[in-house]
């Protein structure tokens, strides 16, 4: 679904400029559950951004195995789930946004998709402020799924939530995955969780991917100290 190859980005010019991502490779297979951690500071959420065309890269290519549009086909969940919402949008406005152009009763679409996320109809009418963290995210979630796309970015999604929350999404990400064959790459700094959802796992460390590893027999094996390191 996504093949990225020596992809750079640097910020800034002369002798401030800085390196931020250097010649980052990295593949997500049709229906694959991949996972990128690293410290804060690593480049992941650049690298997001990037993928989303949110911004230019310096050098570098990606491959998007599109099936019609390019955000029909690629969909992003932002880390903090009230700053990606607009405040004085109800739940239903902002699920209605992006079917803006779609043909049809959107309102139905939206109520059969609701209960996909752990979500139901008394949530339309509620504005951000009036919703947890955790339903907060729930709604981004099921905005990007509303396009129905084939590979999903989650960029530390479950960060700010409490740790039952956290697993509750996890969960709900595995189900998703498993009933509407979508591939994933899950951006985080929680290796524990991302050991447990991913099947393939990439490293970085200072900008770069160090680390690529699949798991076997429920098994991780990393052989760059690095990697080792921050897992031991």
């Given at each position: 679904?996504?093949?990225?190859?020596?992809?750079?980005?640097?910020?800034?010019?002369?002798?401030?400029?800085?390196?931020?991502?250097?010649?980052?490779?990295?593949?997500?297979?049709?229906?694959?559950?991949?996972?990128?951690?690293?410290?804060?500071?690593?480049?992941k959420s650049t690298l997001a951004r990037l993928l989303m065309?949110?911004?230019?890269?310096?050098?570098?290519?990606?491959?998007?195995?599109?099936?019609?549009?390019?955000?029909?086909t690629l969909q992003i969940v932002f880390q903090n789930a009230?700053?990606?919402?607009?405040?004085?949008w109800t739940v239903q406005a902002s699920l209605r946004e992006?079917?803006?152009?779609?043909?049809?009763?959107?309102?139905?679409?939206?109520?059969?998709?609701?209960?996909?996320?752990?979500?139901?109809?008394?949530?339309?009418?509620?504005?951000?402020?009036?919703?947890?963290?955790?339903?907060?995210?729930?709604?981004?979630?099921?905005?990007?799924?509303?396009?129905?796309?084939?590979?999903?970015?989650?960029?530390?999604?479950?960060?700010?939530?409490?740790?039952?929350?956290?697993?509750?999404?996890?969960?709900?990400?595995?189900?998703?995955?498993?009933?509407?064959?979508?591939?994933?790459?899950?951006?985080?700094?929680?290796?524990?969780?991302?050991?447990?959802?991913?099947?393939?796992?990439?490293?970085?460390?200072?900008?770069?991917?160090?680390?690529?590893?699949?798991?076997?027999?429920?098994?991780?094996?990393?052989?760059?100290?690095?990697?080792?390191?921050?897992?031991?």
């Amino acid at each position: 679904m996504l093949q990225v190859e020596g992809l750079s980005k640097s910020y800034g010019r002369g002798a401030r400029r800085k390196c931020v991502l250097d010649a980052i490779h990295l593949t997500v297979n049709e229906g694959e559950l991949a996972g990128l951690v690293g410290e804060s500071g690593s480049g992941k959420s650049t690298l997001a951004r990037l993928l989303m065309r949110l911004e230019m890269m310096d050098a570098g290519t990606i491959t998007v195995a599109e099936k019609g549009a390019f955000y029909d086909t690629l969909q992003i969940v932002f880390q903090n789930a009230s700053a990606a919402l607009n405040p004085s949008w109800t739940v239903q406005a902002s699920l209605r946004e992006p079917l803006r152009l779609m043909d049809g009763n959107r309102d139905a679409y939206i109520r059969e998709m609701l209960g996909k996320v752990g979500l139901n109809e008394k949530h339309l009418t509620r504005l951000p402020s009036e919703l947890s963290g955790g339903e907060r995210q729930r709604v981004n979630l099921l905005r990007s799924l509303l396009m129905q796309p084939k590979l999903l970015i989650c960029d530390e999604i479950v960060s700010s939530l409490d740790r039952l929350i956290q697993k509750e999404i996890v969960e709900l990400l595995r189900k998703l995955n498993e009933e509407m064959g979508m591939a994933m790459l899950f951006i985080s700094h929680d290796l524990k969780v991302v050991q447990s959802l991913c099947d393939r796992l990439y490293v970085m460390e200072g900008g770069r991917i160090v680390e690529e590893s699949v798991k076997q027999d429920g098994v991780w094996n990393f052989s760059h100290p690095y990697a080792r390191r921050l897992f031991e």
